[in-house]
């Protein structure tokens, strides 16, 4: 069945919105927490680190928990109220005269933001198998121009004034649960929902429910490694652009912007002629081995024009997310493709923490003056290798070919 328009409209701009609210703190929490705090920019990005780390431990956790709920209630009423408490929790950091309301905010901000598996369900729910990974891509691309929008939204309006940003996106999360409440129909029949496992509805339990499905376990090592070397560009482009080339804010900004928008070209558009022709499994193999030739090419870039030769190259890699879900969406029931993405969020959220961590170290001991070996791009480096391991493992998995699976659905 075809998904209808408006439906699918509110979900990706949805997602759009969960991915700004990532985004949209970073232009101008520096100058917020100084003023709430009376802080040093030092303390200031000591505190940074803790909001948005706090956001993405808080989507981790809460990612599955969402999911198995809306197995059991239906996705239509878990995405209403995570937008409306979204709204109300934008207007609460908006007037936030303390470090640790600003804290509450961050945490609440990203239990409510959270509905990522749920708006995947949803469109698994209303979307044939054989079309199952082109619209996840639609979902991606939701998520990456978020990513692109939530940045500029919080740099136009921070230069105003540091709280604007969250008025903005009270108003809009405000506008989308509007829409949504009146174009939104429940895509989860009553026969079809689960009675609710608390056990399964937490990372831990989730994961180890998910992992008993057919070559599902390997699959989810395959994505995490994934999302981990994929999450070195946000860790560390910014230092690695300035260490290797000495590029300035502005150029950092527009890197940062083309490869957002070449990773959003490539989920709504180009994955649609991709996939139909080379199947999901082949896609996540050359998806995979294109991932990892780039990485060892930012890694051991030495002009800046290389960075613009790679980056629309390297976005094409950004095919393996979704063309992984449609893999492993095949694996899972109706009764369980809300927990499967719940699982699948959680990992993209544990990789948000674990990356940066990461990569920031291997970009410290590789860059720092008294070190043996100046290399800014050895964080690519080990993503690189990260990326190699998952193909590795994803290889020797057995996976049902998809093109067999488009032909028996046609």
Request: glycine content about 10%.
């Amino acid at each position: 069945m075809a998904p209808r328009r408006l439906p699918v409209m509110f979900i990706l701009i949805t997602v759009t919105l969960d991915a700004m609210g990532i985004g949209l703190i970073l232009p101008v929490i520096p100058d917020l927490i100084r003023e709430v705090q009376g802080a040093s920019l030092s303390d200031a990005a000591l505190w940074g680190g803790i909001l948005s780390a706090s956001y993405a431990v808080m989507q981790f956790g809460f990612s599955p928990t969402l999911g198995n709920l809306s197995d059991r209630f239906g996705r239509r009423p878990i995405l209403l109220v995570s937008m409306a408490v979204l709204a109300v929790d934008y207007v609460i950091m908006a007037v936030a005269g303390s470090i640790w309301l600003l804290l509450f905010g961050r945490i609440v901000a990203g239990m409510a933001a959270a509905t990522h598996s749920t708006a995947l369900a949803y469109m698994a729910d209303i979307t044939d198998g054989s079309k199952r990974a082109q619209n996840f891509g639609l979902i991606s691309a939701g998520f990456g121009m978020g990513f692109i929008f939530g940045p500029a939204l919080g740099g136009m309006l921070g230069g105003l004034d540091p709280r604007a940003p969250f008025v903005a996106a009270a108003c809009l999360a405000a506008l989308n649960f509007a829409f949504g409440y009146f174009v939104l129909p429940e895509s989860l029949p009553k026969e079809r929902r689960r009675k609710l496992d608390w056990s399964r509805a937490n990372p831990a339990g989730a994961l180890k429910a998910v992992g008993k499905l057919p070559g599902v376990r390997p699959l989810l090592m395959v994505m995490l490694a994934y999302q981990i070397a994929n999450f070195t560009y946000p860790a560390v482009w910014a230092y690695y652009i300035q260490g290797a080339f000495g590029w300035d804010a502005r150029m950092v900004g527009l890197s940062l912007a083309a490869y957002g928008v070449a990773i959003a070209v490539v989920q709504a558009g180009l994955i649609r002629a991709i996939l139909p022709r080379l199947g999901e499994t082949r896609a996540v193999v050359w998806g995979l081995i294109l991932n990892t030739v780039c990485l060892v090419l930012y890694g051991f870039a030495t002009q800046g024009w290389m960075i613009w030769f790679l980056i629309p190259i390297s976005a094409v890699g950004a095919i393996v997310a979704p063309a992984m879900q449609g893999v492993m969406s095949r694996a899972a029931g109706a009764d369980q493709q809300g927990e499967l993405q719940g699982v699948l969020s959680s990992i993209s959220a544990l990789s948000m923490i674990l990356s940066p961590l990461i990569m920031t170290q291997a970009f410290f001991w590789f860059t720092r003056p008294e070190g043996a070996i100046w290399l800014p791009g050895a964080p690519f480096l080990l993503g690189a290798v990260l990326m190699a391991g998952a193909f590795v493992i994803y290889v020797r998995t057995r996976v049902p070919p998809a093109r067999a699976v488009v032909r028996a659905a046609e």
